[in-house]
């Protein structure tokens, strides 16, 4: 784990000082005092696009320094820059990044006639170019030695993120030569003996590189070495498929790191129709197909979903900590009888970290529907039981659907996009988009709704889940339901909204008006707009979960200091002074009290909010 602290400019200067003896012993020489304050002088004036003489941001330019005293990051302002030298600004983001980098590199510690650095990657997003070089030595690249410089459209840097490697300059100092002495094919059967296991003949590498390793870039104790950098692979022995490190000097290994990135851990057991637990491994990860069509369907639609939380939430595994993703198929639960009931068409479930499938049971929505029990167990940690029981099986259900809807398996026709168990040999077991198919509610005071209980499925979690199912499909797709329009947004937003509530926001014993306030509090975080907070009011209205909002006052006559929609001015917080004040600070749902008497301003509502006068009578507008 990398460590980097951010500090108040004083504070970073005082670093720079007392290390300067340590920094001398490797070639470096310490900052100056004043080479931070001279730098920061380089902030654009005011913000690209502001208008003159607008008073530029306040907040002060974001500094981290590394161990050794130099920086690590800088980030001007919001909306402001350090502006390219005259000569560059019209150049390519590319040519800026490397010019800044070497025009600014004693500040990162890089310094001297061999340092320069390549271009990895120059991504473009949101009018940003995200350029990451890689740093080199002689034109040799140094091994994950990297900063990321992000240029805006003015040819400004808005920040960089640095990781480099400042002790290979130590090189100039001892006249170290950097040319190899082992040849590319010496490092390549070097690499390939570092796996005895297989023979060489069955494997195979790329050309070998000329590389510097510099192991303080990966927290590792060390000094730089002359490396040839190769992957090898290999079909019959998975863990040698490699990215290996060989000495161009001695051609001893100096590192292999796996390109099988064992987070994706699939245990695939075998039952084989019976109560066995967890039964016979049958297909463990990087295996090929077994011939058991649950079996090799569960491992299909394992990566799948792991696949689908890994690309939309970053999330690894069912922990997020790259969990094996553990699974029996031909599964039979034990009944009191030899032998056990194993009908045609079995049941799934999850259970201590593990998914059970009955035969014909591995279907594609149902697998991402019981891996997403797990990790709701690991997050929210929603009670099996009524509403937060239904909510546990509703979110099952949506992350199910959207893997169903996202992945290249099952039958996705429009009849049956929204139904869950499709393709199983029964048939689909309900409807997202048409709970009450099924007899199932589709808003919370539906006469389908399951009220309350102990018993019957532990108060109709399964049955209940349709109030939550109905609004996923309403926010996705979108619709006209229960007097109210909603206009979908699709997949990738939705599932972001649910995993905001999943994983940060719902208690464990949650119901209906826990989730309505965890979906509004998670539109907020994620930066939605008034249109999209109201179309999300709109589908929560429509499905019966949405609560009164809050009651907000305004009144012009109140003198207090701190506008905050309070009914009365208490230590310095009242309520708004005008209508604008208390429509910009409403939420959609909220109710605005307004006191008597002329508000003679503009006014433009554009949230869902219900107006109301008190005192007496309220004149709006000009």
Avoid at 91 to 96: D, N, V
Avoid at 364 to 384: K, M, N, Q, R, W
Avoid at 540 to 551: H, K
Avoid at 574 to 585: F, I, M
Wanted: aromatic share 8%; hydrophobic share 35%; with cysteine.
């Amino acid at each position: 784990m990398k460590h980097s602290s951010t500090r108040f400019f004083l504070a970073s200067l005082c670093v720079a000082i007392l290390v300067g003896d340590a920094l001398r012993t490797s070639g470096a020489q310490p900052l100056e005092p004043g080479e931070i304050p001279e730098f920061l002088q380089k902030l654009a004036p005011q913000a690209p696009g502001r208008a003159a003489g607008q008073t530029p941001a306040a907040e002060a330019p974001r500094i981290s320094m590394n161990s050794q005293g130099f920086v690590r990051s800088i980030g001007a302002p919001p909306g402001q820059h350090f502006p390219p030298e005259r000569e560059m600004a019209t150049k390519s983001p590319e040519l800026i990044a490397r010019s800044f980098m070497l025009n600014q590199g004693r500040l990162f510690g890089i310094q001297g006639p061999n340092g320069s650095y390549i271009t990895k990657r120059n991504r473009a997003s949101n009018g940003r170019h995200y350029v990451r070089l890689q740093q080199s030595y002689r034109n040799i690249p140094v091994v994950a030695a990297e900063v990321v410089v992000q240029v805006n459209g003015q040819g400004g840097v808005e920040s960089v993120l640095s990781d480099l490697a400042t002790e290979v300059q130590t090189l100039d100092t001892h006249h170290a030569p950097v040319l190899p002495t082992l040849s590319t094919n010496e490092a390549a059967a070097r690499a390939k003996a570092a796996f005895p296991a297989e023979s060489p003949a069955k494997m195979e590498n790329t050309s070998p590189q000329l590389a510097i390793f510099a192991p303080s870039v990966l927290d590792e104790p060390g000094n730089p070495v002359l490396v040839w950098d190769l992957n090898v692979s290999c079909e019959t022995l998975i863990e040698a498929n490699a990215r290996v490190l060989v000495d161009a000097k001695n051609g001893q290994i100096v590192r292999v790191w796996t390109l099988v990135h064992p987070a994706l851990n699939r245990q695939i057991f075998d039952a084989n129709t019976t109560t066995n637990n967890p039964g016979t491994l049958v297909r463990p990860e990087g295996q090929p197909a077994t011939g058991i069509v649950d079996a090799d369907n569960a491992y299909t639609f394992l990566g799948d979903t792991y696949n689908f939380y890994l690309a939309n939430h970053g999330r690894d595994s069912l922990d997020g900590n790259g969990m094996a993703l553990s699974a029996t198929v031909r599964y039979c639960q034990p009944n009191g009888t030899n032998p056990p009931f194993c009908p045609p068409l079995g049941t799934a479930f999850y259970n201590n970290n593990r998914m059970y499938f009955g035969t014909g049971t591995v279907a594609d929505d149902v697998t991402a529907h019981e891996l997403t029990h797990g990790v709701t167990g690991f997050e929210s940690g929603l009670i099996y039981t009524n509403a937060s029981g239904a909510i546990n099986e509703s979110l099952s259900d949506v992350w199910g659907e959207f893997v169903d809807l996202s992945n290249s398996g099952g039958n996705d026709a429009t009849g049956v996009r929204w139904d869950v168990g499709e393709d199983l040999p029964g048939g689909r077991i309900r409807s997202m988009s048409f709970p009450t198919n099924f007899n199932h509610p589709d808003r919370l005071f539906s006469t389908f709704y399951q009220q309350p209980s102990t018993t019957n499925d532990f108060g109709g979690v399964h049955k209940n889940s349709g109030v939550n199912n109905k609004l996923c499909y309403l926010l996705t797709d979108g619709d006209t339901f229960n007097g109210e329009s909603i206009y979908g947004i699709g997949i990738n937003r939705v599932a972001g909204l649910y995993y905001e509530v999943q994983v940060d926001l719902l208690t464990s014993g949650a119901g209906w008006p826990e989730l309505y306030n965890a979906l509004t509090q998670a539109a907020v975080n994620l930066g939605w707009n008034t249109a999209d907070r109201n179309n999300l009011y709109r589908a929560c209205l429509a499905v019966e979960i949405a609560t009164n909002g809050r009651d907000l006052y305004v009144d012009k006559t109140s003198g207090c200091p701190t506008p905050a929609g309070t009914p009365f001015c208490l230590f310095n917080v009242g309520p708004y002074l005008t209508v604008s004040q208390g429509v910009a600070g409403a939420n959609p749902g909220d109710v605005l009290h307004i006191r008597t008497g002329n508000y003679n301003e503009p006014m433009t509502v554009n949230k869902i909010v219900t107006i109301q006068a008190y005192d007496g009578a309220v004149t709006i507008g000009q």
